[in-house]
Every structure is written in structure tokens, then in C-alpha cells.
């Protein structure tokens, strides 16, 4: 059974810094491109960012680009997500999700929650 | 970037109902698009891929067509599981944006 879960949110002060890890299980971690997506409270899903199999390739939406970077350890089954000089509006539920093909989410994780606010 | 919108923003049906959803982008994405489920404090739930592809596992009520910028999703005949809301994402470039989403409820 796939199993995605999410770790490492909470509560930070804006300008502070956070890593979100993703713990993989039931499938071939190393074989698929991996992604974040978040969404705000009672917002709608934003797609921030994805890695491919080998760590090679990363992209990510612009309004986080050099401020979060994605990465993986594929002999570890884990993803991250090291998020840095926070602000309020990147509050939000923070997935990871297995990527098929690169480009469709089929699993999910459950979510952690990053709370940006002094 | 690739924008993505969806009307309506939310819709109101009975049990039984066939309710369809559009979703345009606002450049040709040919046939690069995931529609997804996401109910109250769950994670989404991808149902329709590549456009018009059911997911394993999914319910054949739900389909979706389109290509190009213009996009419906359909659910034939609407069941009390299926309140939740409705994401179209488009894959032809990254970021890989999503609509702002369709809320779907029982009348």
C-alpha cells in the first residue's frame, strides 16, 4: 500500500525557516518524480513544487523560487522541502504527492500544517 | 504561466442530478489535464487524467472531455459521497496550476 506521510510543520515567526520532510512506503520511491502542493486555510490548492526521480530536475512556482528548495534522499524513501524567510502567506497545508508520469498526482499525503505568525 | 479557471465557483444539485463543471486554460494545453476530489479536511483525490482518463478505482459517473483551452468534467448521476470540491490541473508546463476549484453540495 502507498503511504506518503508528512512531517515538520508548525508554527513559525515570519523570516523564520522550516524543513518538511515526506516519509514514502509501498512503492519504488527512487522510480517517481515527487511534488509539494499547499493550500491556505479555505483557500484553494497551489502547486509549489517538483523533483524528478534522480533529484536532476526541480521546479517551482514563482513565488517561493529562492526562498524553498525541494529535495530528495532516495535511499532514505524521503522527500523535503526546506522553507526559508517565511511570510504569512505561505501559511497553509502543506502535501507532498507521487507523481506519475512526472506530471499526475495518484497519491497523497495527509498534510502538515505551517503556521507563519509572530 | 498558465492560468486555469473554473465556473461555476459552486453549484447546488439533487441526488440523481448530472452536474458538469468547465475548466479553461488560458493557452492550449492539449490534452494535459488532471481533474480532482477534495472533501472537507482530506487530502484531494486525483478521478479524471490526461483529460478524459478514469482513474482506477473511481466511479464510471464521473468523465471528463476537452482539449485544447476549454474542458468539462461530468457527473452523471450525483450521489450524497460525492459533495466535495471539484480542482481541474493543468500539466503542460510547470508550474502546474490549478483552478480555483468548484464546491458541489446537495439542494
Known amino acids: 500500500e502507498v503511504q506518503l506521510v508528512e512531517s515538520g510543520g508548525g508554527l513559525v515567526q515570519p523570516g523564520g525557516s522550516l524543513r518538511l520532510s515526506c516519509a514514502a512506503s509501498g512503492f519504488t520511491f527512487s522510480s517517481y518524480w515527487m511534488s509539494w502542493v499547499r493550500q491556505a486555510p479555505g483557500k484553494g490548492l497551489e502547486w509549489v513544487a517538483n523533483?524528478?526521480?534522480?533529484?536532476?530536475?526541480?521546479y517551482y512556482v514563482d513565488s517561493v523560487k529562492g526562498r524553498f528548495t525541494i529535495s530528495r534522499d532516495n535511499a532514505k524513501n524521503s522527500l523535503y522541502l526546506q522553507m526559508n524567510s517565511l511570510r504569512a502567506e505561505d501559511t497553509a497545508v502543506y502535501y507532498c504527492?507521487?507523481?506519475?508520469?512526472?506530471?499526475?498526482?495518484?497519491?497523497w499525503g495527509q498534510g502538515t500544517l505551517v503556521t507563519v505568525s509572530s | 504561466d498558465i492560468q486555469m479557471t473554473q465556473s461555476p465557483s459552486s453549484l447546488s444539485a439533487s441526488v440523481g442530478d448530472r452536474v458538469t463543471i468547465t475548466c479553461q486554460a488560458s493557452q492550449d494545453i492539449s490534452n494535459y489535464l488532471n481533474w480532482y476530489q477534495q472533501k472537507p479536511g482530506k487530502a484531494p483525490k486525483l478521478l479524471i487524467y490526461d483529460a478524459s482518463n478514469l482513474e482506477t478505482g473511481v466511479p464510471s459517473r464521473f468523465s471528463g472531455s476537452g482539449s485544447g483551452t476549454d474542458f468539462t468534467f461530468t457527473i452523471s448521476s450525483l450521489q450524497p459521497e460525492d459533495i466535495a470540491t471539484y480542482y481541474c490541473q493543468q500539466y503542460d508546463n510547470p508550474p502546474f496550476t490549478f483552478g480555483p476549484g468548484t464546491k458541489v453540495d446537495i439542494k
Open positions: 504527492a507521487r507523481d506519475r508520469r512526472g506530471v499526475i498526482s495518484d497519491y
Open positions: 523533483i524528478k526521480q534522480d533529484g536532476s530536475e526541480k
